[in-house]
């Protein structure tokens, strides 16, 4: 199976924007859909967006369609989230995931996704 290694985290302004990647190694990329949650201490991780394996087909959270942009690039087995006009709320350990399980795109919860990354920070200063 995959290995997931996130990057591109960090502190940024509000209004500002990050695209945080996520590599996957050792395992056949396309065999997966995948996601990106973030988590704040304390609370339940929280889903943010999810791309089918092709990449033709994806899913947002409600408070982060319009803003966030989930891609893939198969030939470089990774995926992208792209974050635009950023809130001190967004502030939070983002992670990604795989999940095997490719015939429903509607799976936001995380006991879905069974490979996970160590996860990237993503701050937002006011």
């Known amino acids: 199976q995959v290995q997931l290694v996130e990057s591109g985290g960090g502190l940024v302004q509000a209004g500002g924007s990050l695209r945080l990647s996520c590599a996957a190694s050792?395992?056949?990329?396309?065999?997966?859909?995948m996601g990106w949650f973030r988590q704040v201490v304390g609370i339940e991780r929280e889903f943010v967006a999810r791309?089918?394996?092709?990449?033709?087909?994806?899913r947002y959270a409600d408070s982060m369609e319009g803003r966030f942009t989930i891609s893939r690039d198969n030939d470089k087995n990774t995926v992208y989230l792209q974050m635009n006009n950023l809130k001190p709320e967004d502030t939070a350990v983002y992670y990604c995931?795989?999940?095997?399980?490719?015939?429903?795109?509607?799976?936001?919860?995380?006991?879905?996704?069974?490979?996970w990354g160590q996860g990237t920070q993503v701050t937002v200063s006011s």
């Open positions: 995931a795989a999940d095997s399980y490719m015939w429903d795109d509607a799976r936001y919860s995380p006991d879905s996704y069974h490979i």
């Open positions: 050792g395992g056949t990329f396309t065999l997966y859909s």
């Open positions: 791309i089918n394996w092709r990449g033709d087909t994806t």
